[in-house]
Each structure stands twice: as C-alpha cells, then as structure tokens.
C-alpha cells in the first residue's frame, strides 16, 4: 500500500513540474534504490565465502547467465548516472551554478550515453557467446 502511494505521489509530482530537474531527481532516487539492492545481493553472494568455497561457487554458479550479464548492463548504468548526477548537483551546489544545473544536466546525459555505448559494445560479446566459466 505503501508503495503503491509512493509510485501515485511520483507520478502527480512529475506532472506537476516537468523539467530535466525533476527528472533528473526522480532518476537519482531510483538509482539509488537500486545500488542499495545490488549491494544487498552482492553481500549475499560474497558472504558465502565464509561457509567455504564450495557454497560460493554454488552461488556464483547461479549468477553466471546471460540474464545477469544484462543486469551487469544496467548495473554500470545505474552506477553512472547517479554519480554523474551526483556530481552535477556538488559543482551546481557548491561552485554557485545552480541557474546553470540544465546545461550541466545535457553534458551528464551526453557522458552517460557515451559511457553505455562502451558498456554495451564491452559487454556484447558475453552475452552473445552464452560462455560462462564454471567456478
């Protein structure tokens, strides 16, 4: 229920004020619900070496397949944009250039899809050729 007044709230705020400020924001918060998650199941998976290195090669087994290879996709996306966002907000923050948060809110963009077209044309040919070590 909760979450369901979240996601009616988000969506009246948006429509409400539409500019690249608000998306930008909602964008931010996103990410970083989502690194918090990653980093939940990153603890999970890695915690496993304490039980030895047979249950983490079980657990790192079930991570190796082309669906998590498209989540490691949007894994570095999430990294980049909420810290090139990051940055945008520290230098219109703290430097004073806050009337200038749009333009600096293109060149975020304009590195972000620059840093995902390499992503992408790294991360192809993994899942493409469907070869996961086994561990």
């Not at 400020?21 to 603890?43: D, E, P, S």
């Not at 669906?67 to 894994?75: G, P, V």
């Not at 090139?84 to 009337?99: A, E």
Request: one cysteine or more; charged letters at 10%; aromatic letters at 18%.
């Amino acid at each position: 229920m909760a979450f369901k007044g979240f996601l009616k709230n988000a969506y009246i705020d948006t429509n409400l004020n539409k500019n690249v400020g608000t998306f930008a924001y909602l964008f931010h918060r996103i990410t970083g619900i989502g690194l918090v998650v990653y980093l939940i199941m990153h603890t999970y998976v890695l915690s496993s070496a304490i039980s030895g290195h047979q249950d983490f090669n079980k657990r790192m087994g079930l991570v190796q397949n082309p669906f998590f290879a498209f989540l490691e996709i949007l894994l570095v996306a999430g990294v980049f944009f909420h810290m090139l966002n990051g940055l945008r907000i520290s230098i219109c923050d703290f430097f004073g250039w806050s009337r200038a948060h749009k333009v600096f809110f293109w060149i975020e963009l304009v590195l972000f899809v620059a840093i995902m077209i390499i992503t992408v044309i790294l991360q192809w040919p993994k899942m493409q050729s469907g070869y996961y070590p086994s561990i």
